[in-house]
């Protein structure tokens, strides 16, 4: 009986141990987890109070403009803070995907949050920015007569520029022919019209690559709540357009684009020449806001994993939030960069303004662009 006791005590100090162990191990997980996701629930809170180029290179915004963002989001865009999720911490979730393309589970693990809640709330800040349309999007003031500006001077009632650009997308296998451009590649025709500021004005994405731009330009005249140009008003547009009322395209066969018109090359010989070198040199400031997006928003650079309907709405919200940036941050680095860096080679309106509601060349704005061309080469014959 003594032996059965003394092997009993030794179970029990066993056990105890076993135990005593399990207890220490368990507790030294859990202040291991919780210090974990303690330093990283802080990289947030880092990003966004620490030093301005921290801050910049991660969500592409600065400190201020970074609470100002959310803040609006906050009072216009429905947002709120989540049981364990504040609206800082969506926010710069969703700003470091756009920027440089994270995956969810890059997100997920930088922050410590499962997959599903980093989607859940990303979808949340990207519904809450489109809300914000009406607010970022700018409404275009007419170039006025008495402009000196060298660029805009010279076409008055002018009320901006529009082209298209290519963004790459992932679709569907039956749909990839209708998605595939001349390249090869893979995506859709966005259609972006900028005032003279570079503020975009109107934005269409979700065309295939396979429609030609004067397709979606007419798309974009003939839907409700589309692109509104009133009646004597007008946009530069390139040779892809037809040279239609409110829209005014460049001379075909003749010298257009920059390249040709650098110092070493012939000065235009007619006005017709002359006509085509103004107008590529005020409208060329929308390929610099698209090269400005693109660095911008590394998203925009390569076909992402979401729906394409997803995909398309972040592209709105990368144009939006353009706006918002050149409108709350007085030095935008990324447009320092991109001129370091070598470029490549319709319905009733309340307002009371009659607008533009077909997309048709016809002789009287031809005429027009004619007298146009005649006056600018003139002035400027006058100059020499």
């Given amino acids: 009986m003594n032996v059965v006791g003394k092997d009993n005590d030794a179970v029990y100090l066993l056990v105890e141990e076993i135990i005593h162990q399990s207890i220490v191990f368990i507790c030294m997980f859990i202040h291991h987890l919780e210090e974990t996701r303690g330093s990283k629930r802080k990289r947030g809170y880092k990003l966004t109070r620490g030093n301005h180029y921290d801050c910049l290179d991660n969500l592409r915004v600065d400190r201020n403009a970074f609470g100002r963002l959310c803040t609006i989001l906050r009072n216009c865009g429905g947002l709120v803070d989540g049981k364990h999720v504040s609206v800082e911490e969506q ?4 700003l470091g995907i756009l920027a440089h393309h994270k995956k969810n589970r890059v997100v997920r693990y930088t922050y410590n949050r499962s997959g599903q809640t980093v989607s859940h709330y990303v979808h949340l800040v990207l519904t809450a920015i489109l809300q914000l349309h009406s607010i970022l999007l700018v409404r275009p003031e007419p170039v006025p007569d008495d402009s000196t500006n060298h660029r805009w001077k010279w076409f008055k009632g002018c009320l901006g520029a ?12 039956i749909d990839r022919g209708r998605y595939r451009t001349q390249k090869g590649q893979i995506a859709t025709n966005v259609l972006a019209v900028c005032d003279t500021n570079m503020w975009f004005v109107y934005v269409l994405p979700g065309w295939e690559s396979s429609a030609s731009d004067a397709r979606v330009l007419r798309d974009s005249v003939n839907r409700p709540h589309g692109l509104n140009v009133p009646v004597g008003n007008y946009y530069l547009c390139d040779n892809g357009y037809a040279n239609s009322e409110g829209f005014m395209a460049p ?8 390249n040709e018109w650098g110092p070493a090359a012939a000065q235009p010989a007619n006005p017709q020449e002359h006509f085509n070198m103004r107008h590529t040199k005020a409208r060329n400031f929308i390929e610099r806001a698209f090269g400005i997006m693109k660095m911008r928003w590394g998203i925009l650079r390569s076909a992402s994993f979401y729906p394409i309907q997803t995909q398309t ?10 706006n918002f940036i050149r409108l709350e941050m007085e030095v935008d680095l990324m447009e320092i960069l991109y001129d370091a860096t070598p470029s490549p080679q319709h319905e009733e309106h309340e307002d009371g303004v009659d607008y533009i509601g077909t997309f048709e060349a016809t002789n009287e704005w031809t005429a027009n662009r004619d007298l146009l061309a005649q006056e600018i080469y003139s002035i400027w014959n006058q100059g020499i």
């Avoid at 926010?91 to 969703?94: D, E, I, L, T």
Wanted: charged letters at 15%.
């Fill in 313 to 322: 709405r972040l592209i709105m919200a990368c144009f939006l939030l353009h």
């Fill in 91 to 94: 926010v710069s979730m969703f």
């Fill in 251 to 258: 001379y075909r066969g003749v010298r257009y684009h920059l």
């Fill in 162 to 173: 529009l082209d298209g650009t290519f963004v790459n997308v992932r679709v569907p296998t």
